[in-house]
């Protein structure tokens, strides 16, 4: 993966890095890629696929009803609010 690359796709995931880090992490995403490259290359006929290596039954604790935080006393804890919503920056771009 070329410089070039690496700026744009990090460009694209809106991660500021600096040049000096690009030039550390370039070689870091080569070899990465270059081990992808090695495992797509393994013979996994007949393998099943799983997402998980352990045979897992329902992981997940019971629901139990609890009372709730009061709205007040949640929306104390937000830096900026509008009425009784969180006011977030905005992060969508507007196109030129």
């Known amino acids: 993966m070329s410089h070039i690359d690496l700026r744009y796709t990090s460009h694209l995931a809106r991660l500021g890095f600096k040049p000096e880090e690009l030039k550390v992490f370039g070689p870091q995403v080569d070899k990465i890629l270059h081990f992808v490259e090695q495992l797509n290359k393994v013979d996994v006929e007949g393998v099943e696929p799983t997402s998980h290596p352990l045979p897992l039954a329902n992981v997940f ?36």
């Open 61 to 96: 604790r019971e629901d139990k009803i609890a009372p709730s935080i009061e709205m007040e006393e949640f929306l104390q804890h937000c830096p900026s609010r509008h009425g009784s919503f969180f006011k977030v920056p905005k992060i969508i771009e507007e196109k030129s």
